[in-house]
């Protein structure tokens, strides 16, 4: 055993940032620092990458491309859903405090990108549980803005170079929903 690995107590600390986390979707008003989201994106960068392709790209959203994302997104909302649905969606985005999207680089091998996806996923994963060990949320988003090619725009990428893993919205939970997760033996077999 050397120092590397951590003593008893913070083995049972990495064990309940790990149970604990939950996807958070309704937040306080205070933005987390912008030091403690730069640590997260640092420490999300250790995640396992094979060929150490390192195919992430973080993009932490200012004021400005806060506002253009959840303007976009309400226009989206109002073509599906109309007016009223439109502006309780761009109220409710103006909201919420942090934004991040996470991006992965194309590659000109499927099986590479997959990869590479795969390494994305693990440091979506690094970045999510330290700050929920600092008391940050997060929740991971797919939806339609992130494969509109304004979204591209507004993180000044190209879609031929990246493409979208994740929006991230964060900030300080108001609400944490309950855990849900089946028996472990339902997912789980030892083979002989
Ligand atoms: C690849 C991926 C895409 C996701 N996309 C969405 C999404 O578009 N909207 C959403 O509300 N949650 C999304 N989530 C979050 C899941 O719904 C959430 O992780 C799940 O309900 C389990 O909750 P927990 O994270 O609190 O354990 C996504 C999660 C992953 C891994």
Redesign the pocket.
Known sequence: MTDLFPTAIEKDAVSRVIRT?????IFLPEKPDSALIEQAIDLARWAPNHKLTEPWRFYDLGPESHRRVAELNAELVRAERGDGAAKNKLNRWLGIPGWLALTCKKSDDSFREKEDYAAC?GA?QNMMLFLWAHGVGM?????PV?RDPEFYNILGISGEREFV??LFMYGYPAKT?D???ADVREHFTLLP
């Open positions: 986390r939950r996807s958070i979707l996923c979506a929740k991971w988003s797919t939806g992130t893993v994740s929903p855990p849900k997760r």
